[in-house]
Antibody
Framework: QVQLQQSGPGLVKPSQTLSLTCAISDDSVSNNSAAWNWIRQSPSRGLEWLGRTYYRSKWYNDYAVSVKSRITINPDTSKNQFSLQLNSVTPEDTAVYYC?????????????WGRGTLVIVSS | QSVLTQPPSASGTPGQRVTISCSGSSSNIGSNSVNWYQQLPGTAPKLLIYSNHQRPSGVPDRFSGSKSGTSASLAISGLQSEDEADYSCAVWDDSLNGYVFGTGTKVTVL
């Protein structure tokens, strides 16, 4: 059964870097039929897609315009996981962060989600 | 700041029909398939409808989706207490080159 296991700190200081990891079991981060996404949710912004990484003979990334200058999503094939780094965080980045698999079952959709990590940005 | 607009709330009594709208534009709903997600309190979103109107295995047939032009709708027929949750639409936006989510609708069963 495919699972996504999130890890990372729940508290980050303003101006520092938020780092989260999503470990994949029973699938591969290099799967040509999947893309690996980060999505966050806050009461003020609702669900917000942050970006994704995927492999199609080479690695690609797409990032949301709202965070494009601050975000990096990297795959780690040796550990079969992918990570999120969000730089220069402010209290507005406080949210529950989810990793999610986007899979091509004939149509693309987020079919598998991590349990979510609450990240609070505060000094 | 979402580009997809949903009503913040909807409600009904058990057995009633509830409809949730999702309004977008030509670069998102007008060009791509819409998916709907259900989120029970304290849990991650779960796929409810994909490709505008298709139901994944295990989703009751009282849930249905439709799309017309730049708007989409989710209907819940025969409302049940376990349907009390947040519902969000999602679609790829060709102009933003990324996914956009709706503002979310909280469904309350009275």
């Amino acid at each position: 059964q495919v699972q996504l296991q999130q890890s990372g700190p729940g508290l980050v200081k303003p101006s520092q870097t938020l780092s989260l990891t999503c470990a994949i079991s029973d699938d591969s981060v290099s799967n040509n039929s999947a893309a690996w996404n980060w999505i966050r949710q806050s009461p003020s912004r609702g669900l917000e897609w942050l970006g994704r990484t995927y492999y199609r003979s080479k690695w690609y990334n797409d990032y949301a315009v709202s965070v494009k200058s601050r975000i990096t999503i990297n795959p780690d094939t040796s550990k079969n996981q992918f990570s999120l780094q969000l730089n220069s965080v402010t209290p507005e980045d406080t949210a529950v962060y989810y990793c999610a698999r986007e899979f091509n079952w004939g149509y693309w959709y987020f079919d598998l989600w991590g349990r979510g990590t609450l990240v609070i940005v505060s000094s | 700041q979402s580009v997809l607009t949903q009503p913040p709330s909807a409600s009904g009594t058990p057995g009633q029909r509830v409809t949730i709208s999702c309004s977008g534009s030509s670069s998102n709903i007008g060009s791509n398939s819409v998916n709907w997600y259900q989120q029970l309190p304290g849990t991650a979103p779960k796929l409810l409808i994909y490709s505008n109107h298709q139901r994944p295995s295990g989703v009751p047939d009282r849930f249905s989706g439709s799309k017309s032009g730049t708007s989409a709708s989710l209907a819940i027929s025969g409302l049940q207490s376990e349907d009390e949750a947040d519902y969000s639409c999602a679609v790829w936006d060709d102009s933003l080159n990324g996914y956009v989510f709706g503002t979310g609708t909280k469904v309350t069963v009275l």
